[in-house]
């Protein structure tokens, strides 16, 4: 949750966090993101009980719209980029065009994870993870690339997206060049052509964090 001082000796707390299946977000969506009565029901439980705990004035305001963090991925890409790759640095070299660091959003603990998840992963991406397999000239880039596992808690990150719909944007430029299948361009070939463009050398930072904090026994 995030936690802020709204003004003198009042706090504001954002961070209701409700996990559905695919087909009942699909559903939310379609109803204009609005709250569920299932989420009112609780977030109104929640008000009660904090008056009832601190005796203070504590209100909880519903939203008119939720965040939707995740739905669904595309299930058939080149490559995808699995949580485990990324704690163990993502991507080779041969198959990167940048790389990226984002915490793992796993602070509070998450009930029978066994992985050892790093506070800080530091790793590299191509832009396999964004080009079906099957359909040869379609690449998702965003969310909903090929992200499995905790991998979509750094896929969600306008950063590292904007970065690879740069790559993808090149590799596009290359197949239609070349006159080839937009999945049949490489990461390599698209660094090297990013490289000639801007006339920068890119530099991978991705690393091993393997050895991080066992998130399972965090509090």
Do not use: H
């Amino acid at each position: 949750g995030n936690v802020c001082v709204y003004n003198k000796n009042v706090l504001s707390w954002n961070g209701f966090l409700f996990k559905y299946q695919v087909n009942q977000i699909m559903k939310m969506e379609a109803n204009g993101r609005k709250p569920t009565p299932e989420m009112i029901r609780e977030m109104s439980f929640l008000q009660y009980w904090l008056q009832k705990k601190s005796g203070k004035d504590v209100r909880v305001f519903i939203p008119d719209e939720i965040y939707i963090r995740q739905t669904l991925n595309v299930r058939d890409v080149v490559d995808p980029l699995t949580g485990q790759e990324i704690i163990k640095g993502g991507t080779v070299p041969e198959k990167s065009i940048g790389s990226f660091s984002y915490d793992f959003d796993m602070r509070g603990g998450v009930k029978n994870l066994s992985a050892r998840i790093p506070p800080l992963p530091v790793y590299n991406f191509g832009i396999e993870s964004a080009l079906a397999s099957k359909v040869k000239n379609l690449a998702i880039v965003g969310r909903s690339s090929g992200y499995v596992g905790m991998a979509v808690s750094v896929g969600r990150i306008a950063t590292v997206n904007i970065y690879q719909g740069q790559g993808v944007g090149v590799a596009a430029g290359l197949a239609s060049k070349f006159g080839v299948p937009l999945n049949s361009i490489t990461s390599a070939e698209t660094k090297k052509t990013l490289e000639t463009l801007t006339g920068k050398t890119t530099y991978l930072s991705g690393r091993d964090t393997s050895y991080g904090v066992d998130y399972k026994e965090v509090k």
